[in-house]
């Protein structure tokens, strides 16, 4: 079976140069896939002639003329450019050309378009971001909302347990999942209201053995994968993702002080390499009517092709349709007044 | 000028042979402190024979006859252990004995106890918790509240400013440190609803010249060092600094896999040991009629000497007074009732 994958090809802060030799090193790897490459046909085709796939059978150019920046406001990338690449790129999949689309573009303005182009599945209030991250355990921990959702409600983080639990399980081929609810300590009592009752609910789900409910997790529980899956609201997510971000480069900068460390670092590359979030690049945005992948903003060509994988995997591994299918047997007969909540 | 520190010394994962020993230290570089340790008399007459400091004329012993565990539940430590040696510290500076006191217990017990004894500040409805981390600037980040409350109201994140701001110039010598209010983005736009309104607050403190307001940091600002303070509900704060914990306890167990790793490492010391989590050891609990600072858990005698340090130069700088002062100042009139939303 081939799988298609729709490239926003001009998203992050490199562009061609690097979303290029990505997915032309990816297309290598997987004969599966066919590629849509979508931005200023010129561009493409010009990276593409430099690696000399310009005639690769499995790969197509779509043409888009406008190109959504990085600072670009959401509702530039919603209302004033119409023909960007990441919104050609997220209408291939929305008109069943593409089986799943991947994007370095700006978090909130793919997140936008791609509710404003494919819709919310049935069934979901609010499409999430789910991140994922390495962890002590050599396996990956799954994360979400990454900050789609700022104000969460108990049905909310619901909806991001199950559709966490149904990525993961695709993905990784792990049958059920354990699911930890991010809080500020183990025990049940802790914690603000809406992750009280949001325990409530997932803990009458693991009862009916529909999930599988590990309980109250902290912040260092994310890498120490005590579960397969963290949820948490958009906010702390976000902050979480962002801080960690912000130590990995804090350290990086460390080391680059002086020529010791940089000999130390070299010599410890292998173990830093591990440590490497490239390999942990390509979130998903999950809940929509259609496979979005996002990949970081300042990814290399190495972190895009991981998220190239990410999609493709979701793409072939039915993540969609386990999706729906997951999602109208736990919250078939949620009216949706109540759902707003 | 003497400045007396009492000093829970059974508090923490090793007790006296970890804090008996950083107090000595400490006592050797600062002429001008004098210790109070608390707890079981034996232990800790046997812990300063060893280090032939007992009948150092600077230090005192306060028997306390009882422990709080570091996985006693709140309510134990409060109601059923009166004689243990956190609360006996903390009430040395309810008597005026100690300026200042130091515990490595948990977190919820030593907030809870020392609520209960020094009662909060006129003006202050929640005290808070301020940790200190390094940041890419090489110098610190104050960041609060880091768990003590976790569902806060803008009013409660106005007096986290309001507090991290008071100690970070107390301690760091800075006129007017600069405040961030954690966020999902820089721009005003961003953020639900407390933090959007807690901005309207600060930026009113700012403009009548007692607030230097930065505007919204993002997760990655705390490392970064963008602002001198950082702000968050605890619940926030909570689950950012252990995700940020769990990373670097993750990083070490992936140097220690192979031996090439771990030569790299020790050939990086130096920079690994300014990213040491040790040297950031101490955080203050803010809002209390009454100076306490909390030591990490699993503090060494190195750790445990650094919050000896800052709980020294807090009550050296008078931070109590200038917190009072400068609550005072910014919240007056404010009634009761308000300050209780």
């Known amino acids: 079976m081939t799988i298609k994958i729709s490239i926003d090809c001009m998203g992050g802060d490199h562009g061609p140069s690097v979303t290029i030799p990505a997915a032309l090193s990816f297309l290598k790897q997987q004969p599966e896939a066919e590629l849509i490459l979508v931005g200023l046909e010129e561009s493409l085709r ?40 990441m919104r050609v790129a997220v209408e291939l999949v929305k008109d069943g050309t593409a089986n799943v689309c991947v994007s370095a573009g700006n978090t909130g303005a793919l997140m936008a378009v791609s509710r404003y182009v494919l819709k919310t599945m049935a069934g979901v209030d609010r499409p999430a971001i789910c991140s994922i991250l390495p962890n002590q355990k050599n396996g990956p921990t799954y994360m979400l909302d990454l900050g789609a959702n700022v104000d969460c409600s108990p049905h909310h983080l619901h909806q991001f347990a199950i559709m966490g639990s149904v990525l993961f399980s695709a993905m990784e081929g792990v049958k059920k999942p354990t699911i930890g609810l991010l809080n500020v300590g183990t025990e049940e009592i802790k914690g603000n209201d809406v992750v009280k009752e949001t325990a409530l609910l997932l803990r009458a789900d693991h009862e009916r053995g ?68 490239e390999r942990y690049n390509g979130a998903g945005l999950l809940g929509l009517k259609g496979l979005v992948f996002k990949s970081h903003g300042g990814a290399n060509a190495y972190a895009f092709e991981w998220a190239i994988k990410r999609a493709f995997d979701a793409a072939k591994y039915n993540v969609q349709e386990q999706l729906s299918a997951m999602i109208a047997e736990l919250m078939p007969d949620t009216p949706d007044a109540q759902r707003q909540v």
Chains 1, 2 share one sequence.
């Open 46 to 85: 010009a990276e593409l002639k430099k690696h000399h796939a310009d005639t690769n059978p499995r790969v197509t150019i779509k043409h888009a003329s406008e190109v959504v920046e990085m600072d670009d406001p959401v509702e530039v990338a919603l209302r004033r450019k119409k023909d960007s690449s």
């Open 210 to 277: 529909s999930l599988n409910f590990h309980g109250n997790v902290e912040g260092n529980d994310i890498f120490k994968g005590t579960t397969d899956v963290v949820v948490c609201d958009g906010f702390v997510g976000n902050v979480t993702l962002k801080a960690i971000e912000g130590l990995s480069r804090y350290m990086k900068s460390v080391f680059k002080q002086s020529w010791l460390s940089m000999l130390g670092a070299l010599i410890a590359r292998g173990a830093l390499k591990k440590l490497n979030p």
